[in-house]
């Protein structure tokens, strides 16, 4: 549960920084590409050193692992990107964070996890409390609805990696995997950067620093979580709790009014977690 809490806490100060450095910076390429960097250093702490040469067949596996969880970090950011700009942020932001179902579908249908009835309804009301929270009538105009549908299996690929990694994947190798999965997504993400033209200042070297901490401790923190907890609990829990953490600190910090509609949801949230345990 100490894991669960610690990526909970990581993730939503991510989102409380990048709230903040949208104040100061609009580089969100260079800001991601900076936030790689960090975490890659972190990782290699962690590792000790780069291991280029394979030792047998599951540092390979890790490998194969590592290079598309990368990808699919970075495709995540890009179509949530490129969705504000085709279907607004409010659908975007509500398909991004309903990417909860596929590692949860994939904890259920692939590796055989059966939940609870409690737990099934406890998912349910998390999904609906997601929705209830971010849907708007006056911005759920779709133009391309098949991107929003990629941007929900990306983002929800990338989590539920953890996942795969978790049950097919050697535990010994677990800090090899964050560490070439932040190497290929800070890879893909300097050539997007330099096709884009976009030049690095010394906000996007201050925010990049300060949200790739968090990131990475995220990252290594949800990993851990789900050798501990079961998918079904961590998943869900650790996308509605880190909802209702920025939240509360949107309210406390930045003086955000919260809404009634955010109220219920949140009570909705709350109803949610004691079901999922």
Same mark, same amino acid.
């Given at each position: 549960m100490f894991y669960l809490v610690c990526a909970i806490l990581s993730s939503s100060l991510i989102a409380i920084l990048t709230k903040i450095s949208k104040k100061y910076t609009e580089n969100e390429m260079s800001i991601l590409l900076v936030n790689y960097i960090i975490c890659i250093l972190f990782s290699v702490f962690?590792?000790? *050193?780069?291991?280029?040469?394979p030792k047998d067949s599951s540092f390979i596996s890790m490998l194969f692992m590592s290079i598309f969880n990368g990808f699919l970090y970075l495709a995540g950011f890009y179509?949530?990107?490129k969705n504000i700009e085709w279907n607004g942020v409010i659908l975007s932001s509500t398909f991004m964070k309903l990417g909860i179902i596929v590692p949860t579908a994939l904890s259920i249908f692939v590796f055989h996890e059966i939940p609870t009835v409690s737990q099934v309804l406890g998912l349910c009301l998390s999904i609906l409390c997601i929705i209830f929270l971010q849907y708007r009538k006056d911005d759920s105009t779709i133009s391309k609805p098949f991107f929003l549908v990629l941007l929900l299996l990306m983002g929800?690929?990338?989590d539920a990696? *953890?996942?795969v990694f978790e049950r097919v994947g050697n535990v010994n190798y677990q800090n090899d995997f964050l560490l070439y999965t932040f190497l290929f997504a800070g890879i893909?993400?300097?050539f997007l950067m330099i096709s884009s033209k976009e030049k690095i200042k010394k906000e996007d070297i201050l925010f990049g620093v300060l949200i790739g901490i968090p990131n990475y401790y995220?990252?290594?923190f949800l990993l851990l979580a789900i050798y501990y907890l079961p998918a079904i609990f961590v998943y869900p829990s650790y996308s509605i709790l880190t909802i209702l953490t920025v939240s509360v600190a949107g309210f406390l910090l930045f003086k955000e009014k919260?809404?009634?509609?955010?109220i219920l949801s949140?009570?909705?949230?709350?109803?949610s977690i004691f079901l999922l345990t």
């Open positions: 962690y590792t000790g *050193s780069f291991r280029f040469i179509f949530y990107r929800g690929g990338g990696m *953890s996942k893909l993400c300097l995220s990252a290594r919260l809404s009634k509609r955010q949140f009570v909705g949230i709350i109803i």
